[in-house]
């Protein structure tokens, strides 16, 4: 590609960059960010989070992602606040370029293919809040996970494979494994089917390199590499299977019709489109309709394995149905394509209408789901959330020791919209009963304290100041976030319309 191809597309997946982050909004802190930022900010300050640590750090040892970030703050000087948006945004680039990359295999016609191309990149940038049926994922995160990057790096990779590079794929590959090893998984199990469907020769040339993965296996996973196999069969304690009950959607056979209609029609649409591609002679479209349909028939029998007895209940947590994300991905790749080869064309009112109702119907759809948040939570923006008010002032003005009690079940508070205090807060508090129960499914070790912190938690919104005597004598806890009407009894140092920071007396 020459230097004026280069910019030629650059400018424009820049345009669908600030489109689609302006569409699926900006909120650090948010729901799996609670693990991942808390870890970076420890990584930095060791001293925080003397306490409960150990629900985010055994978490990320599977992963170099907090360390990687923390180096590069350290590096650069920049905060981490910018770091992580800066990251967040090239995150979507990456994946943006190469999604473009991909249709121009898929759609390489010289004059209405460019519409085909660019049409694709716009349904996907459009589509990053898209839900993926079943899994509680979407294409990329509101904030920074470990997941969007691994998942530029893979469809970065699946181009390599399209181009007949697949020794270009496995660098790729390995940087997302040490990322997030299970969609590094999915990543790979895709590259190889590609592969497969491109060429006999492939399967050959990619079984010799991928034995490099080992090595990131043992540097990414040291806890899961040290797990001796008959882990899968012992039996499930039973607060590792109350944690596990929380996350209903781990449950394939428990599904709703609609969720299992997610996940098996794309399997029919790839195979409609593999036969279609196949009799207008469109080579490549063909061969990669039937690699997403070959790697989807197969990576659904083996999440209906593995999820159907309970012998094997402690592979739950491994939600091998995360394959559909990439499914999905591939699925809004290719609509855009057709949507722009046979729809759009060259008629600016069709694309206006197009950009409109994709971008206006997602952008909707996110202001409703997090209605008490800024769409965009700028860095340095005085936040107009009550809960990221009352974080905000801990952070600024309780020392770095303190040890918090509040609501078990806060994240799920109307106006709160699932920002975690762990990470916007800096300050270590008891075990919830929504979010640390994740860390308990991946660790169950972790199951006797979880269950004992919020079991202590029980029946939060009639505590009174006897009630938080008591977790300051069991748990050693000093400060409270509480309800405004719950603060009588207790040392109050600030409070807006609805919460107060307090301590106990």
Request: charged share 15%; proline share 6%; hydrophobic share 55%.
């Amino acid at each position: 590609m020459s230097h004026s191809e280069r910019l030629s597309k650059f400018l424009p997946i820049l345009f669908f960059t600030a489109s689609g982050f302006a569409v699926m909004g900006y909120h650090p802190g948010l729901e799996d960010d609670g693990i991942y930022l808390a870890a970076v900010k420890s990584d930095l300050n060791p001293a925080l989070y003397p306490y409960n640590s150990l629900f985010f750090r055994l978490q990320v040892q599977a992963t170099v992602f907090d360390r990687f970030m923390a180096s590069f703050v350290r590096l650069t000087r920049m905060p981490v606040a910018w770091a992580e948006l800066a990251w967040q945004i090239a995150a979507l680039f990456a994946a943006l370029w190469a999604c473009h990359s991909i249709a121009r295999r898929l759609f390489p016609e010289p004059v209405w293919g460019k519409r085909a191309q660019w049409a694709a990149v716009a349904m996907v940038s459009a589509m990053f809040t898209l839900p993926v049926a079943g899994t509680a994922l979407y294409l990329m995160d509101q904030h920074l996970h470990p997941r969007n990057l691994a998942t530029a790096l893979i469809l970065l990779a699946v181009d390599r494979v399209l181009a007949r590079q697949p020794m270009l794929a496995v660098p790729l590959l390995t940087l997302a494994f040490v990322l997030h090893p299970i969609m590094a998984v999915m990543g790979i199990s895709f590259s190889i089917f590609l592969g497969a469907a491109l060429s006999a020769k492939f399967r050959a040339a990619v079984g010799r390199r991928l034995c490099a993965l080992r090595g990131a296996a043992a540097t990414a996973a040291p806890v899961a590499a040290a797990l001796p196999l008959r882990w899968v069969f012992e039996p499930a304690t039973p607060a590792w299977r109350q944690a596990l009950d929380t996350r209903t959607y781990y449950y394939l056979y428990k599904w709703h019709w609609y969720e299992w209609l997610g996940a098996l029609a794309p399997i029919a649409l790839f195979w409609l489109l593999w036969r279609w591609a196949r009799a207008r002679e469109e080579k490549r479209l063909a061969q990669f309709a039937l690699a997403v349909f070959a790697y989807s028939v197969f990576q659904q029998a083996a999440a209906m394995a593995m999820l159907a007895p309970d012998r094997l209940v402690r592979l739950t947590p491994l939600q091998p149905m995360r394959y559909l994300q990439l499914v999905y991905y591939f699925m809004a790749l290719i609509a855009g394509g057709l949507l722009g080869r046979y729809v759009l064309k060259a008629s600016i009112w069709r694309w206006a209408a197009f950009l409109l109702v994709a971008n206006g119907g997602m952008l909707a759809a996110q202001r409703a789901q997090y209605s008490a948040s800024q769409h965009l939570e700028w860095p340095g923006r005085t936040p107009a959330n009550p809960w990221i008010q009352a974080f905000a002032w801990i952070r600024a003005n309780t020392p770095v020791d303190a040890y918090f009690a509040l609501d078990p079940h806060y994240l799920e508070e109307p106006d709160e919209d699932y920002h975690e205090f762990r990470a916007l807060a800096e300050r270590s508090r008891l075990a919830d009963a929504v979010k640390d129960a994740a860390a308990v499914t991946q660790v169950p070790e972790l199951g006797g304290r979880w269950v004992r912190q919020v079991d202590a938690e029980q029946g939060w919104r009639s505590f009174r100041l006897e009630d938080f005597e008591r977790l300051k004598s069991q748990f050693g806890v000093d400060w409270v976030l509480v309800a405004l009407p719950q603060a009588s009894g207790l040392d109050c140092r600030w409070h807006n319309g609805s919460l107060a920071v307090c301590t106990i007396p």
